[in-house]
């Protein structure tokens, strides 16, 4: 079964950091870019950031530019991100998500759709 | 960065109902949109990809349509399980970038 399993998600102080992982299982993760979507809460989806297969090509959203960095280990099947400078509008919950596409690069991972969502982790920034 | 709009931003419709759904990009994305539904507290879960493309294990009542900016989502007889909220998403270039969202109410 695909599945993606979100942890690293908690209360944190304006201005902090923390780190959000995702384990990946059931499908080839060295083949596959990855993402990080995020909802605030009673908002829309937001994408945040993604990472190619073989993450050598890292994208960002203008909002989190020069404060995240999206990592992978494909050692362990594992999608990143470190959150730095952390700030109120950040509070969300933050899903890992799979890009559809085993070939491509840039968005073009991305032309099957995001087909696989882990289930979330919240992340609230509060003083 | 492309902008995605939706319309309307809520519909309620009845059991057995056709619904439609827009979603207008800001730029030519050829037919690179995909359609998610989301209902409370789960991750969105994808229905459509490049535009008119079913996802595997979506019932055949959700079809898009559309290309270049203007694209649909069509329910052909609404079922209990798809009152929840759809989003557009564009997959031409980075940032990708969702509509606001479209929530579809029980009437």
């Known amino acids: 079964e695909v599945q993606l399993l979100e942890s690293g998600g908690g209360l944190v102080q304006p201005g902090g950091s923390l780190r959000l992982s995702c384990a990946a299982s059931g499908f080839t993760f060295t083949n596959y870019a990855m993402s990080w979507v995020r909802q605030a809460p009673g908002k829309g989806l937001e994408w945040v950031s993604g990472i190619s297969d073989s993450g050598g090509s890292t994208y960002y959203a203008d909002s989190v530019k020069g404060r995240f960095t999206i990592s992978r280990d494909t050692s362990k099947n594992t999608l990143f991100v470190q959150m730095n400078s952390l700030r109120a509008e950040d509070t969300a919950v933050y899903y890992c998500a799979k890009g559809g596409r085993d070939y491509g690069s840039g968005p073009t991972y991305y032309y099957y759709g995001i087909d696989v969502w882990g289930q979330g982790t919240t992340v609230t920034v509060s003083s | 960065d492309i902008q995605m709009t939706q319309s309307p931003s809520s519909v309620s419709a009845s059991v057995g109902d056709r619904v439609t759904i827009t979603c207008r990009a800001s730029q030519d994305i050829s037919s690179w949109l995909a359609w998610y539904q989301q209902t409370p507290g789960k991750a969105p879960k994808l229905l459509i990809y490049?535009?008119?493309r079913l996802q595997s294990g979506v019932p055949s009542r959700f079809s898009g349509s559309g290309s270049g900016t203007d694209f649909t989502l069509t329910i052909s007889s609404l079922q209990p399980e798809d009152f929840a909220t759809y989003y557009c998403q564009q997959a031409n270039s980075f940032p990708l970038t969702f509509g606001q969202g479209t929530k579809v109410e029980i009437k």
């Open positions: 490049a535009a008119s």
